[in-house]
Structure formats: C-alpha cells, structure tokens
Nanobody
Framework: QVQLVESGGGLVQAGGSLNLSCAAS????????GGWSRQAPGKQRELVAF???????KYADSVKGRFTISRDNAKKTIYLQMNNLKPEDTAVYYC?????????WGKGTQVTVSS
C-alpha cells in the first residue's frame, strides 16, 4: 500500500507564493505519473498540473505561467510551486500518484488566498 501526504498549504495574500509537497511512502514502488488537482467549495475537482514519467508537464490554462510541477524520484516526492496566487486559487489541493499497479490520492491540503 502507498500513502501520499501533502504539506505546504496555508493562508497567503494575493500575489504570494506557496510550495506544496507530496511525499509518498509504503512498499517498494516507483511513481510513473504524478499530478495535482484542486477542489473549491461547490465546484468539481479539476486537474491543475501533471507530470509524466518522462518529465513532460501539462497545466490547466488558469495556472499556466504561475504554477510549476516537479518531482524528486529519489525522495518519491512531487512538488507544486505556486506563484502570484489569486483568490480564485483557494481550494483543497490533492496529490495523485500513478504506479505500475494502482492510482493513489492524498487527503488534501487547504490553500486559502486572501484578497
């Protein structure tokens, strides 16, 4: 079983930055693809950033140029650097990891951006 634990969320003013981390632990495994999704109150969960096994990245249009996804395979950790945050970025952010056998989700970390 693989566990994902997100950290780095919090309260920040508009224009500020946060760096989210997603640490994976458990039995021996390799993360192939990783991603970050978010869900705001009353809205559906949306994918904001994705990184595949070849380090190719994709972003939602709403975060392009402001968010950067990266990974450290040795640490089994996926990061999301968020710059120039806006109030509409307020949401619970969830980490996702895809291994050879399953897809795992973290429990989420709250990001709140005040205007």
């Amino acid at each position: 079983q693989v566990q994902l634990v997100e950290s780095g969320g919090g309260l920040v003013q508009a224009g500020g930055s946060l760096n989210l981390s997603c640490a994976a632990s458990g039995r021996t495994f390799r993360i192939n693809d990783g991603g970050w999704s978010r869900q705001a109150p009353g809205k559906q969960r949306e994918l904001v950033a994705f990184i595949n096994v070849d380090d190719n990245r994709k972003y939602a249009d709403s975060v392009k140029g402001r968010f950067t996804i990266s990974r450290d395979n040795a640490k089994k950790t996926i990061y999301l650097q968020m710059n120039n945050l806006k109030p509409e970025d307020t949401a619970v952010y969830y980490c996702k990891a895809v291994t050879n056998t399953a897809v795992y989700w973290g429990k989420g970390t709250q990001v709140t951006v005040s205007s």
